[in-house]
């Protein structure tokens, strides 16, 4: 092991090499760039009529909701919420304008408890007509929603027209106004 | 109106960089053109110029002006200042621009300084310089216009990342762009040196602090990079082989493979086209790293911009940089002589065994990120993790760190084994041991072996300095027994964190108390708590190690709103030998907290040795820095006597 050594000797084909596997990665690449894979995730749900469901009252004494409470004719605003979820409670005061504003709201509450969800009830104002209990999120999965709080705008047919991710912001609250005068007509 | 002024300030810049191509272009072809001596004053210029593009960019997230489309889009009122002034580069087109300054910066400074090479090299190297910087130029201006506006001006604006809301931001991205375009640097150095086949250890010597220095970001980079996805994302590891830590530690293989050689070149006048291959291989591991992250064409958590025109423009710049050079490296290597010879067991010998390991790793890495693009093309959808990597790089890891321990004490040219073998039997014993009590515990391979050799390692970095003053001993030296010390340590961080950690998934009720290793971890209360932009849960617990003095820890979860999301704020007791990690999950239906412990003896060695690579790095640069300033200093001192005598 002892003979002159050259290190990486460039004889005439190896220093072509670097430029042919770099042609090969540019064309991958070039061929990926064209055809690029779905990463977007949208709304499939919107247009579609609401998923069967029927959840039990989510405080004792109170109405449940299922979805034929919700194919009556009339424009309903669907919030999954939660009382251990924080950004809800930032949302309260603009469901709160909404409520104001005509707009009925539906909730379900998401695996949560009677007591705790009254005590969060109390503390930030009740602005539903019907709250249901989806203690296996059966609900969310079944409207693709992918965390609390979300809220749906369903039409008079039951039909979903607008999906908000996220908590409303104030400055949303003509958005969501606007979406359920489109559902109106 | 600032932000006209910031975007005049760029379209100037880059027809610097125009002019600046043109003008060296003409002077390489033809030495003595008139247009030569505007080459490195405009170099200069054109780095001021796109310096002050950005600094108006900063100021414009300083201020929140919601009139920039940019600034709507990624920053908003409320946020904490220190994010806004990160927020600059914390998106697409910011941390281009920021790219481009640095590059700017650098050229700007290499014309000021660089005064050894022949001017005909130095001058095809701003040439390239300008060529590669002219490409994201007109990338930002017509692609990505960071200055671009919007009308009517929103109310307020669209929020950042909360992933990316954290001080490590401020510095992770630009220190990490330093050592790309400190790279672009060595690439024009290559480029320059291929145009006109002046390849030797003068070169080498002017080549060297740029790859230095270019490394040592790049080891702070990886080093926080890593720190950071440990702590921010709560999922207790320290490496994901994601695509985009891939596209960080591609070029530092590729710079740290570089470094040695270039070493080689300059002290021996070896390795010459080899070194050129890397100078190019190491920028283009940047570039094709930037790529991937910012095409969108690989998901990950930093792919902020997915963007297929975007993609498609970096693509084309690629395909011209990198396909240009290395088809300019094909056509000249083999015109460019291969310089002094050496033995294989020779100081040289080992660094190219080094070289050699470091770009097979390279390439084992490069496969594993790009293979899912290329099953994909085939119509199937995989994704390549840790079962890959861990054992494909360790093949070459492995014998690497025994080239490392014995390389630094072969002589240059010739060399027997016979003679350093003496030196190398404590190392051996200490490795041999080591093996033998972690086989008798049962450890697993890799965590056995990395422990085993990276005690030997450690024992062996410092061989170098045996029989030596330490204090006539030279920086550079200095910096290699650190720089080789720190990966030593590193491993066994590494190796220590994979055999030894203890995790614990329970749901525990206030005032439980969980055991986990040593510690005895309590659940005092849980409280919501409020930050400038966000809302968490947070968790009061107490920690005890052995019985010992309670520490508080405050894991939260936190909701941010603007965008929303959640993200989980980890705690972490740190003690000399290991680091308790806290994560808060969620609360169950019967009141129970999800908590997740774990206790990781020795992790913090891992971050430990990277910084003492990186400071190994440090002291070499200062050392060349020092010896190039006292050797300029003679130059002139000889120059100024020589003119006295004249007269």
């Known amino acids: ?185 | 109106m600032i932000a006209n002024l910031g975007l005049a300030a760029l379209w100037f810049a880059a027809a610097l960089a125009f002019l600046q191509l043109v003008a060296g272009g003409l002077a390489v072809r033809n030495p003595g053109h008139p247009l030569q001596g505007i080459v490195r004053p405009v170099a200069v210029v054109q780095g001021l110029l796109v310096t002050v593009s950005f600094l108006i960019l900063v100021w414009l997230f300083c201020v929140t002006d919601l009139s920039v489309a940019l600034v709507a889009k990624n920053s908003h009122s409320a946020k904490p200042w220190l994010y806004k002034f990160a927020g600059t580069w914390g998106n697409h087109e910011g941390s281009m621009l920021l790219w481009v300054m640095v590059m700017g910066l650098a050229g700007a400074f290499l014309a000021l300084i660089e005064r050894r090479l022949p001017e005909r090299t130095m001058l095809a190297t701003l040439f390239a310089q300008a060529f590669v910087s002219l490409g994201f130029y007109s990338f930002l201006l017509f692609a990505s216009n960071p200055f671009a506006r919007n009308n009517p001006v929103p109310a307020e604006g669209m929020g950042l990342n909360p992933l990316l809301q954290d001080p490590g931001l401020a510095f992770h991205p630009p220190t990490l762009y330093f050592g790309y375009v400190g790279l672009s640097i060595a690439f024009s150095f290559a480029v320059g040196a291929l145009l006109t086949r002046e390849v030797g250890p003068t070169f080498a010597k002017a080549m060297r602090p740029w790859v230095l220095g270019a490394w040592i970001f790049l080891t702070i980079g990886i080093t926080a990079g890593s720190y950071w996805a440990y702590y921010e994302l709560g999922w207790g590891g320290w490496w994901f082989w994601d695509p985009v830590e891939n596209a960080s530690l591609m070029p530092w293989l590729a710079a740290t493979a570089l470094l040695h050689s270039v070493s080689v070149l300059a002290s021996r006048n070896a390795l010459r086209t080899w070194t050129i291959m890397l100078g190019v291989v190491a920028f283009s591991m940047s570039m094709v790293g930037t790529f991937l992250v910012r095409s969108g064409i690989l998901t990950s958590v930093h792919a902020f911009a997915v963007d297929p025109t975007r993609g498609a423009f970096i693509l084309a710049l690629l395909a011209i940089y990198i396909g240009g050079a290395l088809n300019l490296f094909a056509l000249r290597a083999s015109t460019i002589s291969e310089g002094e010879q050496f033995t294989v067991t020779s100081r040289e010998g080992a660094l190219v065994m080094n070289n050699v390991l470091l770009s097979a790793t390279l390439g084992v890495i490069l496969i594993g990120t790009l293979y899912p693009l290329l099953a994909e093309s085939l119509g199937a959808k995989v994704s390549v993790g840790p079962p890959y990597f861990n054992p494909m790089s360790a093949v070459f890891i492995i014998p690497m760190l025994v080239v490392m321990a014995i390389g630094p004490l072969l002589r240059w040219r010739r060399d027997s084994f016979a003679r350093v073998g003496k030196m190398l039997v404590l190392p051996a014993i200490v490795t041999a041991g080591a093996l033998a009590l972690a086989i008798g515990a049962g450890m697993k391979v890799l965590p056995l072996l990395g422990l085993a050799l990276g005690l030997g390692l450690l024992i062996a970095s410092v061989l170098p300095l045996r029989g030596r003053k330490l204090r006539t001993v030279k920086l550079p030296l200095w910096g290699m027994v650190i720089a080789h010390l720190g990966v030593a340590v590193a491993l066994i961080g590494m190796a220590s964190e994979s055999a030894f950690t203890r995790e614990k998934l329970v749901a525990v009720r206030l005032g439980d108390t969980v055991q986990v290793g040593p510690w005895s971890v309590k659940l005092d209360h849980v409280s919501p708590v409020a930050g400038p932009n966000w809302t968490a849960i947070e968790a009061n617990m107490s920690a005890s190690y052995e019985g010992g003095k309670r520490v508080e820890l405050h894991p939260q979860a936190r909701s941010f709103w603007s965008p929303p999301q959640e993200t989980n704020e980890s705690a972490l007791v740190t003690r000399w030998n290991g680091q308790l990690y806290v994560v808060l999950g969620e609360e169950a239906e019967d009141g129970r907290w999800q908590l997740r412990l774990w206790w990781k003896p020795f992790v913090t060695l891992i971050w430990y040795g990277g910084l003492m690579i990186a400071l190994g790095g440090l002291l070499a640069l200062l050392g060349r820095v020092a010896s190039d300033i006292r050797r300029i200093v003679a130059k002139d001192k000889i120059a100024y006597r020589r003119k006295r005598q004249g007269r």
């Open chain 1, 1 to 185: 092991m002892s003979t002159q050594n050259q290190p990486p000797k460039t004889s005439s084909w190896l220093v072509w090499l670097p430029v042919m596997v770099f042609a090969g990665f540019i064309a991958v690449v070039a061929y990926n760039l064209r055809n690029p894979a779905e990463r977007e995730v949208r709304s499939a749900l919107i247009g579609k009529p609401l998923p069967e469901f029927s959840l039990q009252a989510a405080q004792p004494g109170q109405q449940g909701l299922s979805r034929a409470d919700m194919a009556d004719g009339k424009v309903r605003l669907l919030n999954i919420f939660a009382s251990w979820c924080v950004p809800c409670a930032v949302e309260a005061p603009q469901l709160a304008e909404l409520r104001a504003q005509g707009v009925e709201i539906v909730g379900v509450a998401m695996r949560d408890r009677p007591d705790d969800l009254a005590a969060f009830l109390a503390r930030h104002g009740n602005p539903f007509s019907r709250i249901g209990a989806d203690n296996l999120s059966t609900i969310q999965f079944a409207l693709g929603s992918s965390g609390v709080p979300e809220s749906f705008v369903i039409d008079g047919k039951g039909v979903i027209r607008y999906q908000h991710i996220g908590e409303i912001r104030p400055d949303q609250v003509p958005l969501i106004l606007q979406k359920v005068k489109e559902a109106q007509q």
